[in-house]
């Protein structure tokens, strides 16, 4: 059973760092994709980085050169480094799984996810 729990959220000043956490259990193996989306309250969750089955990465265009995904294999760990953070990433970020195989072109569609964390809050003043 694949399980996330993610975790690492908090309230920072623009400019700042965050590095947020998915403990995943069950799906850490190379037959998962593992990313990060992102919800603001009354509109879409928006897709932040992903690890595709091969380890690539990618970023949203709003996310890319401040953001890095990354995962650590000894701990069955993935997550998410923020930096140069703006107002406009406060959000509740959400890491997911998938053991589907994912494309430039499909990553950010969260219908595509199977498992989810429960959500850590962001929050960015100016």
């Known amino acids: 059973q694949v399980q996330l729990v993610d975790s690492g959220g908090g309230s920072v000043q623009a400019g700042g760092s965050l590095r947020l956490s998915c403990a995943a259990s069950?799906?850490?193996?190379?037959?998962?994709?593992l990313g990060w989306f992102r919800q603001v309250p009354g509109k879409e969750h928006e897709g932040v980085a992903i690890?595709?089955?091969?380890?690539?990465?990618q970023y949203a265009d709003s996310v890319k050169g401040r953001f890095t995904i990354s995962k650590d294999n000894t701990e069955n760990t993935f997550y998410l480094q923020m930096n140069s953070l703006k107002p406009e990433d406060t959000a509740v970020y959400y890491c997911?799984?998938?053991?589907?195989?994912?494309?430039?072109?499909?990553?950010?569609?969260?219908?595509?996810?199977?498992?989810w964390g429960q959500g850590t809050q962001v929050t960015v003043s100016s």
């Open positions: 690890i595709f089955r091969d380890r690539s990465t």
């Open positions: 997911a799984a998938t053991p589907l195989l994912l494309y430039d072109s499909t990553w950010s569609d969260l219908d595509q996810y199977k498992y």
């Open positions: 069950g799906a850490t193996d190379s037959r998962y994709c």
